[in-house]
């Protein structure tokens, strides 16, 4: 059973970056296209990137484009997610996830929006918070 584990989340100023990494406490991520999703506060759950086993495929959200990449080590094993010009809206719980669909990621083309449906063995998140 994969089990995944992010870290890097912290207090940041706005304007700030931070590099957040998903690993796998149990088993491989290597034969997994790995997903990215935050929740703020009050809210629901969105994604924000994938990116296949390969790492030659990355899908981004309407809201990530931009200022999100994705990138994965597979000698490593892990998939980080960094994060720039941070701002107070970036505020909220990231988690990393396994594609249902094994090395590829699902995304709606149209919408550019995941679906947690597509997505399992979520990890505890880390927790973003971007202040000043």
């Known amino acids: 059973q994969l089990q995944l584990v992010e870290s890097g989340g912290g207090l940041v100023q706005p304007g700030g970056s931070l590099r957040l990494t998903c690993a796998a406490s149990?088993?491989?991520?290597?034969?997994?296209?790995i997903g990215w999703f935050r929740q703020a506060p009050g809210a629901e759950r969105e994604g924000l990137s994938c990116?296949?086993?390969?790492?030659?495929?990355?899908k981004y959200s309407e809201s990530a484009r931009g200022r999100f990449t994705i990138s994965r080590d597979n000698t490593k094993k892990i998939v980080t997610l960094e994060i720039t010009n941070l701002k107070p809206e970036d505020t909220a719980d990231y988690f990393c996830a396994a594609s249902v669909w094994g090395a590829i990621c699902e995304m709606d083309e149209v919408t550019r929006t995941f679906k947690l449906a597509d997505f399992n063995s979520w990890g505890q998140g880390t927790r973003v918070s971007v202040s000043s």
């Open positions: 990116i296949s086993t390969s790492g030659s495929i990355t």
């Open positions: 149990r088993s491989t991520l290597d034969y997994f296209a």
